[in-house]
T-cell receptor, first 113, second 112 residues
Framework: GENVEQHPSTLSVQEGDSAVIKCTYSDSASNYFPWYKQELGKRPQLIIDIRSNVGEKKDQRIAVTLNKTAKHFSLHITETQPEDSAVYFCAASNPQAGTALIFGKGTTLSVSS | DAGVIQSPRHEVTEMGQEVTLRCKPISGHDYLFWYRQTMMRGLELLIY????????DSGMPEDRFSAKMPNASFSTLKIQPSEPRDSAVYFCASSFTGVELFFGSGTQLSVL
């Protein structure tokens, strides 16, 4: 089955800096890669996703990149703000094959002002 | 829509007791997932249903865990007997397409 590794487990940055979180996956059949954000005490929520036919996707201050050959994908947050502080989870699946999302263990991002 | 509704929000029980967690998915969503969250293991998939049918239960830890979905608007996750290592936050999530997941608020389970 799919296995998703996520690094780093914790990340501390100053407000305004960039943050990068990296994930690798094991199943070459996976073709859908979302990122979820979980604020303290809250539920995880989808913030951005990418599919295997796309190499990069941007949405304002966040972007995701995908390297299918190397089987890794990354989340980039620019101009970080204190409200970006949360746990971020990457995940992978093949929806067409009926596989559910398998999540990485999460990255706790702390943005200090 | 009120979103995915889970109950109870918190459950404290003693080892050996039966625990039942409940979930009401978003109306019209055909997929329902149960995940368990711990610090050590992150978000683990336990089981998921499509149109009330269990599709993948390979994540269910052992026979002490069971899940049912008797209809499109209700699912339960039961642990019997419960053990301290079952302490975690249990999330239910639903999806219309099986792609984007909408999570409930979770049930914080503590087994003493």
């Amino acid at each position: 089955g799919e296995n998703v590794e996520q690094h780093p487990s914790t990340l501390s940055v100053q407000e305004g800096d960039s943050a990068v979180i990296k994930c690798t996956y094991s199943d070459s059949a996976s073709n859908y890669f979302p990122w979820y954000k979980q604020e303290l005490g809250k539920r995880p929520q989808l913030i951005i996703d990418i599919r295997s036919n796309v190499g990069e996707k941007k949405d304002q201050r966040i972007a995701v990149t995908l390297n299918k050959t190397a089987k890794h994908f990354s989340l980039h947050i620019t101009e970080t703000q204190p409200e970006d502080s949360a746990v971020y989870f990457c995940a992978a699946s093949n929806p067409q094959a009926g596989t559910a999302l398998i999540f990485g263990k999460g990255t706790t991002l702390s943005v200090s002002s | 829509d009120a979103g995915v509704i889970q109950s109870p929000r918190h459950e404290v029980t003693e080892m050996g007791q039966e625990v039942t967690l409940r979930c009401k998915p978003i109306s019209g969503h055909d997929y329902l997932f149960w995940y368990r969250q711990t610090m050590m293991r992150g978000l683990e998939l336990l089981i998921y249903f499509n149109n009330n049918v269990p599709i993948d239960d390979s994540g269910m830890p052992e026979d002490r865990f069971s899940a049912k979905m008797p209809n499109a608007s209700f699912s339960t996750l039961k642990i019997q007997p419960s053990e301290p290592r079952d302490s975690a936050v249990y999330f239910c999530a639903s999806s219309f397409t099986g792609v984007e997941l909408f999570f409930g608020s979770g049930t914080q389970l503590s087994v003493l």
